[in-house]
């Protein structure tokens, strides 16, 4: 099974910037889907955006407008680009990996996980 290890979190002022990795052990699916999430203490994790093999990126919610994942295959790495970071991006962030499905792409639940990284951002 797939190995996750976030890194590139930090403590930050609002309105900088962060960039987080994920190194990823071979994945041995051909198809699959790595995403970013965070939670924040005492809320829900939420989904940040996720790409599949191919290329193709999906963005949930507000954060679409100041992060950008990627990734370098070469490298079997995942990145997650924050900019404009505000006091409520605080959370811890995690990245995860599902395979991908034939016919909802990486909208379905992931199934492996890394430990997280955290980022805190302060006024």
């Known amino acids: 099974q797939v190995q996750l290890v976030e890194s590139g979190g930090g403590s930050v002022q609002a309105g900088g910037s962060l960039k987080l990795s994920c190194a990823a052990s071979?994945?041995?699916?051909?198809?699959?889907?790595l995403g970013w999430f965070r939670q924040a203490p005492g809320k829900e994790r939420e989904r940040i955006a996720d790409?599949?093999?191919?290329?193709?990126?999906n963005y949930y919610d507000s954060m679409k407008d100041r992060f950008t994942v990627s990734k370098d295959s070469a490298k079997n790495t995942l990145y997650l680009q924050m900019i404009g970071l505000k006091v409520e991006d605080t959370a811890m962030y995690y990245c995860?990996?599902?395979?991908?499905?034939?016919?909802?792409?990486?909208?379905?639940?992931?199934?492996?996980w890394g430990q997280g990284t955290q980022v805190t951002v302060s006024s």
């Open positions: 790409i599949d093999s191919d290329g193709n990126t």
């Open positions: 995860a990996a599902v395979a991908k499905h034939w016919r909802l792409g990486c909208r379905v639940p992931f199934n492996t």
């Open positions: 071979r994945y041995t699916v051909s198809t699959y889907c």
